[in-house]
């Protein structure tokens, strides 16, 4: 099968337990629905969920409904877009190449559609049948962990926004990188870690995956916000140079901020040695995300 094939197959998994999970634009309040499913359906890679899917799969081949654990993942993760998108953070009109949330329903629908999403991500992983009590609480305390503000997406985004127009050293940008963007997706490989069963040591391996694919992640990112175009990225391009963010390109250039993206994938790859080839989709996933135009 090929990472595409697998990537689309993952995909379909994700959106099947989306669905299932997020309530229907007929349940009432309505609108909160609407709101809530027109970000949450609007596109996306689904990244994060197929990550904690193929890192599950990388401990064991049969894992069970990993993909429901794993759409969690993407809950919280549209609900940082819808609020990184209002007018008081980063002020964007477009999202996956449509209207943000705010934009097709007002700021105040946008900012309880965020909430509710935040809200719904704890549920689902509060709820999971098949796995022991035990690794639901590691799951849910990870996800909090990795969503929050002690080296994790908030307090990256607090950073960020701290940091617009003002020089920014190495140590710095990291902590806002790894915080910002990395902590998410580190917790993506964590939570499908756990949910598999891994021991003390492949989780040690898929940590130390995660944490490099995280930064790797957002140094591409920060590269594609000034060479990607508004039609490609499906966001507005330029926004971090406009909003004097510190980004890699911004302290590095782009050779070198390209160059640190791939030490971050050399370091992602090595990282899953003792695992073997269990995981071969984890190391197509990073080589990906390395190259990807979007």
């Not at 596109?43 to 049969?62: C, F, T, V």
């Not at 917790?187 to 490099?212: C, D, K, M, P, W």
Request: with cysteine; hydrophobic share 45%; glycine share 10%.
């Amino acid at each position: 099968m090929t990472l595409d094939n697998y990537l689309a197959g993952r995909r379909g998994l994700v959106d099947t337990a989306l669905e299932q999970v997020a309530p229907s634009e007929r349940d009432y309040p309505e609108t909160i629905h609407r709101a809530m499913r027109h970000s949450l359906f609007g596109g996306g890679k689904r990244i994060r969920p197929i990550l904690a899917i193929a890192a599950a799969e990388a401990i064991g081949s049969d894992v069970g409904a990993v993909e429901r654990p794993a759409c969690a993942l993407e809950l919280i993760h549209t609900y940082s877009l819808i609020h990184d998108d209002l007018p008081a953070l980063d002020d964007d009109d477009f999202r996956r190449g449509r209207p943000t949330c705010h934009k097709a329903f007002g700021e105040a629908m946008a900012i309880l559609a965020g909430d509710a999403l935040l809200t719904l991500a704890f549920q689902v992983l509060s709820e999971l049948e098949d796995v022991p009590s035990e690794r639901r609480v590691r799951m849910v305390a990870e996800l909090a962990a990795g969503a929050g503000t002690v080296n994790g997406m908030i307090g990256g985004q607090v950073a960020d926004l701290e940091a617009e127009g003002k020089q920014v050293d190495a140590a710095r940008l990291e902590y806002i990188h790894s915080s910002k963007t990395g902590a998410l997706i580190r917790a993506s490989v964590r939570i499908g870690a756990i949910y598999a069963g891994a021991n003390q040591e492949q989780f040690a391996v898929l940590s130390n995956y995660g944490t490099h694919i995280g930064l790797a992640f957002q140094i591409v990112d920060d590269i594609l916000d000034v060479v990607g175009s508004t039609e490609t990225l499906g966001k507005t391009a330029g926004k971090d140079a406009a909003q004097q963010k510190a980004t890699f390109p911004a302290l590095y250039g782009l050779v070198a901020s390209r160059e640190h993206a791939k030490q971050h994938l050399i370091h992602a790859v090595e990282a899953l040695g003792p695992i073997g080839d269990g995981s071969v989709r984890l190391r197509e996933i990073a080589e990906r995300i390395i190259t990807r135009s979007a």
